[in-house]
């Protein structure tokens, strides 16, 4: 059990908006941005808490028409993503997995969609070719969530799907596929049947060229939630209530919203 007091190492460290970090972690899975009267593109339930005065707007709305025709260009992703705007110091987390910022220089870094928690508006947002996979173009900062620390690679490499989180400034990667698994009896079978694995040891992405692979130290996937739902538990106000992204079934969409098509693609 904690303990609380004012000697040191007598219990866990409590912020303020004073002693919080500006633009960087708080621990291992908690980072803090810090808003300064300019604006951050948010993925909806990312952000845990924050002080000060700030303004959440979804993607869509006429005011904010100019900033997104500049650095918002995924309308499949619309609907899952806010801006913040205003000043003051905001906390994102995602279910208790690791967060890190990077910084792009001119660069171009294709993430995927999940992995993604904000950006700063100096970087522009496209949809990747590749699905569920979002790209990052420009110079600026934006905070990303792994399973587990994120292990960078220079090609040719091959990775685990399950481990891929992104790649920079190199081609999008091909499917390879074992050789003595598609000839041996488990990749008969798997033909005839339809069932089987996907690890890593029978199928791969593989990357060619210049550039840097960045894998998670997990094979695990980070599952993929309704970011706007209500949660279901006792206690939460509108727990109960039905409609993805937190909408009743009569509720109209904004502009650019596309319900959850995204998801039943895999996006």
């Not at 007598?10 to 500006?22: F, H, R």
């Not at 005011?63 to 806010?82: C, E, G, I, M, N």
């Not at 590749?130 to 600026?140: C, D, K, M, N, S």
């Amino acid at each position: 059990m904690s303990t609380y007091g004012t000697a040191p190492g007598a219990g866990p460290a409590v912020y303020d908006p004073v002693t919080l970090p500006s633009d960087d972690n708080v621990d291992p899975y908690t980072f803090c941005v810090e808003l300064k009267g300019n604006q951050w593109f948010l993925q909806k339930g990312k952000m845990i808490a924050y002080y000060g005065s700030v303004e959440f707007n979804g993607i869509g709305h006429g005011r904010l028409d100019r900033l997104v025709r500049t650095s918002f260009h995924s309308p499949l992703h619309a609907s899952d993503w806010v801006v913040a705007e205003g000043s003051g110091k905001m906390l994102l987390a995602d279910r208790a997995f690791d967060v890190n910022a990077y910084d792009l220089d001119e660069g171009n870094l294709t993430i995927r969609s999940g992995n993604l928690l904000a950006f700063q508006p100096s970087l522009s947002l496209k949809q990747s070719i590749v699905p569920g996979f979002l790209t990052l173009i420009g110079t600026g900062k934006f905070v990303a969530a792994s399973n587990g620390p994120v292990v960078f690679m220079e090609p040719p490499v091959r990775v685990d799907p399950q481990a891929l989180v992104g790649w920079a400034d190199c081609p999008s990667p091909c499917h390879h596929y074992d050789h003595g698994y598609m000839t041996g009896v488990m990749g008969g079978l798997r033909a005839l049947t339809g069932l089987g694995g996907t690890s890593g040891e029978e199928h791969q992405f593989e990357f060619v060229g210049a550039g840097t692979v960045l894998m998670q130290s997990s094979e695990e996937l980070m599952p993929e939630l309704d970011t706007g739902a209500t949660p279901q538990q006792a206690g939460v106000p509108g727990a109960g209530m039905s409609g993805g992204h937190g909408q009743g079934p009569g509720t109209p969409r904004l502009p650019g919203q596309l319900g959850d098509l995204q998801r039943r693609f895999g996006l």
